[in-house]
């Protein structure tokens, strides 16, 4: 267990539906993150919030929206989504200290899969 | 830009044996160097990291040394165990920026009794 939980743990969507992926954490970090693991890519980062202001956006479409409410919560929600999305969605958290580098601590993932 | 490449796996062997997964880095700066490993449906944790040049990172029986002058970071153990059946990913931070952190693709290793 490591302080960040993802739900649902798995999820299948048709391309015309809208659901949101949660996550929480409660170490009392204040910057989080979301990853997209495809097979045999590395690890793509995808947005990141630093005391609830998104410092990170990298180039991800539309169809991808962030929202974090307050430092222990995360969302990504998600709509007209296409089959290539499907991926394994990874939340972390982290201190916020510029300088230093500080280790993620990443939640299991939901694994997204697109029909 | 920055960027880590690994060793492709998957990588099999039996127990007690002798572990080596290469790593090998391109980035501007001075980057800080980790491991991360994901065990079977879980997220990933770090398991070592090193800042600078010549450091070594060292956690449950795994090493990897910080080499500036091949820009590698290979990450070693003398005796694996069933488990530590796992997928391994080297990352590196951006230089100057705690953010964003950039991973290899990943190595599988299984480790059989």
């Known amino acids: 267990e490591t302080g960040v939980t993802q739900t649902p743990r798995h999820l299948v969507m048709g391309m015309t539906n809208k659901k949101s992926l949660k996550c929480e954490q409660h170490l009392g970090h204040n910057a989080m993150y979301w990853y997209k693991q495809s097979a045999k890519k590395p690890l793509e980062l995808m947005f990141v919030?630093?005391?609830?202001?998104?410092?990170e956006n990298n180039s991800v479409p539309s169809r991808f929206s962030p929202e974090c409410p307050n430092s222990s919560h995360l969302f990504l929600h998600l709509h007209t989504l296409q089959p290539e999305d499907s991926a394994l969605y990874l939340c972390a958290s982290s201190h916020a200290s510029t300088g230093r580098n500080e280790k993620l601590f990443f939640g299991s993932g939901t694994q997204l899969s697109v029909l | 830009g920055n960027s880590v490449t690994q060793m492709e796996g998957p990588v099999t062997l039996s127990e007690e044996a002798f572990l080596t997964i290469n790593c090998t880095y391109t980035?501007?700066?001075?980057?800080?160097l980790f491991w991360y490993v994901q065990y079977p449906g879980e997220g990933l944790q770090l398991l070592l990291k090193?800042?600078?040049?010549?450091d070594k990172g060292s956690n449950k029986g795994f090493e990897a040394t910080y080499r500036k002058e091949t820009t590698s970071f290979h990450l070693e153990k003398g005796s694996v165990q069933v488990s530590d059946s796992a997928v391994y990913f080297c990352?590196?931070?951006?230089?100057?920026?705690?953010?964003?952190?950039?991973f290899g693709k990943g190595t599988l290793l299984t480790v059989n009794p």
């Open positions: 090193a800042t600078k040049a010549d």
């Open positions: 980035a501007t700066g001075y980057p800080s």
């Open positions: 990352a590196l931070t951006r230089g100057g920026s705690n953010y964003k952190l950039t």
């Open positions: 919030y630093s005391l609830e202001e998104r410092v």
